[in-house]
């Protein structure tokens, strides 16, 4: 394996593990919703129904694993899916199950 692909390997499995707990997944799919505007936190926790405390956790772990960016508007933190990051992650899952091997088929896949 080429450096290359062990840094990505590394980084794709770190994302995974990010969004794998319940709560962390439903951030990413209600962020992914309001895409590209993104949220601010507190409409994210009561959305969500998610405590600030825990919420914040949360939201810390996506954006170190570069799954969420974070703006600042006046006081309001605004956050946001990182859409490249999620594309750059299927295009990896996306390599292995549905061209080289064909395990999935695409048109499966988006119906």
């Not at 994302?15 to 601010?40: D, F, K, N, Q, W």
């Not at 405390?53 to 939201?59: D, F, I, K, N, V």
């Not at 799954?67 to 946001?80: A, H, I, N």
């Amino acid at each position: 394996m080429g450096n290359r692909e062990s840094e990505d390997l590394s980084r794709f499995a770190d994302m995974l593990s990010a969004m794998g707990t319940e709560p962390r997944l439903r951030i990413m799919r209600l962020l992914l919703s309001a895409h590209p505007e993104g949220m601010v936190a507190g409409e994210i926790g009561a959305a969500l129904e998610i405590a600030g405390s825990t919420l914040s956790h949360h939201l810390e772990r996506l954006r170190n694993e570069g799954l969420v960016t974070v703006r600042r508007e006046g006081t309001f933190l605004w956050y946001s899916a990182n859409a490249v990051a999620l594309q750059d992650l299927l295009r990896f899952l996306y390599a292995e199950c549905c061209t080289r091997s064909r395990a999935c088929e695409p048109r499966k896949i988006l119906a």
